[in-house]
């Protein structure tokens, strides 16, 4: 039952990502070009609607369906990191349009030539595994 | 049934997002995509080659499930509920689109350039795709999370670390479009 309530949640993900037009790559280069408002919509929309929910539920106190307290887990402390990783990110999300959501819903819409950006995603996931004692945090 | 057939709204969008994400903490579970490359990474064999990926996959399991239903999602979408998938951006981004080689501008999903059939045997656009992702998998794993993770999850949660990860995801989007593509593109 579990796993259904997972699968239900992705498969309304995927065609929320795929209606709204967040993974087409036109949509994400008219964005970093400020020619339309429609992803900042987007994101603004999903953020005061997310931080209505969060302080809801942290208000409340509401437990999960399964009766578990909900739980937040806080960002670790730093700079360099978010600043560094996020900019490498966005050149990234830039030249691909497509971020670690939407890779999966193109897959399933047939554009299948972005299984090279997965297979790129989880090299660049596995180098970072390999160099992160290296990197400034 | 237009409202389904149609683009949605941002306004819809940015809403069915939003419950994604109250959906999956409801489930006690967080929303947070870019953590299931770490999973295949592992899944793959990584914990031979560092202790990062050194850990129980199977804990993962529910995340990779929600990815397949992304997978499904897509092809739901696609095939029954967008019966014209041109995607109407800004005309003036379509010329400016077309004078960098991008012709199918405004009259696709997605550039046939990058993503069509054609990619397979154009090796300017594998090294793209592929290079696009690496940047995409190392930056989201060193900045510890992704779009929904930090612009969406973390933001929600009023993360100062999101937001400083956000400017980089948006400072890292502009250097690469407008420093980068007259170079790669032009």
């Known amino acids: 039952m579990r796993s259904l309530s997972y699968l239900l949640i992705g498969i309304f993900f995927g065609i929320t990502m795929f209606k709204s037009e967040a993974s087409s790559w036109f ?7 400020f020619d339309a408002f429609h992803m900042y919509g987007i994101i603004g929309t999903a953020v005061i609607f997310g931080v209505i929910i969060v302080a809801t539920i942290k208000r409340f106190r509401i437990k999960s369906f399964y009766g578990d307290p909900i739980e937040f887990t806080p960002k670790d402390k730093s700079l360099a990191r978010y600043i560094i990783g996020g900019f490498i990110f966005g050149l990234g999300w830039g030249l691909s349009g497509a971020c670690p959501g939407p890779m999966f819903t193109l897959t399933g819409a047939g554009y299948l030539p ?24 | 049934m237009d409202w389904i057939t149609q683009t949605w709204p941002w306004y819809v969008s940015g809403a069915a997002i939003a419950v994604s994400m109250l959906l999956l903490l409801l489930v006690g579970k967080n929303f947070g995509m870019s953590s299931n490359l770490r999973t295949l990474c592992t899944i793959c064999g990584a914990g031979n080659s560092s202790e990062f990926f050194r850990f129980d996959w199977k804990e993962q399991r529910w995340n990779l499930i929600v990815v397949l239903g992304a997978v499904i999602g897509g092809f739901i979408a696609a095939n029954y509920m967008t019966p014209d998938r041109a995607v109407d951006i800004n005309p003036d981004t379509v010329a400016e689109l077309k004078t960098l080689g991008f012709e199918s501008a405004g009259a696709e999903y ?12 154009d090796p300017k656009a ?7 992702g690496l940047l995409v998998g190392f930056g989201a ?6 779009t929904s993770g930090h612009a969406i999850s973390g933001l929600s949660n009023l993360q ?27």
Do not use: N, Q
């Not at chain 2, 999101?162 to 593509?181: E, H, N």
């Open chain 1, 114 to 137: 972005v299984l090279i950006v997965i297979l790129g995603a989880v090299a660049g996931t596995w180098i970072y595994g390999l160099i992160k004692d290296r990197l400034p945090h």
């Open chain 2, 126 to 132: 594998i090294v793209l795709l592929a290079l696009g």
């Open chain 1, 27 to 33: 949509r994400i280069y008219e964005m970093f070009k």
């Open chain 2, 141 to 146: 794993r060193y900045a510890g999370g992704c």
């Open chain 2, 160 to 186: 100062w670390p999101s937001l400083l990860a956000v400017i980089g995801f948006f400072a890292g989007g502009l250097v690469m479009i407008y420093l980068f593509y007259p170079i790669i593109f032009g």
């Open chain 2, 110 to 121: 997605l550039p046939d350039e990058l993503y069509g059939s054609g990619a397979w045997t």
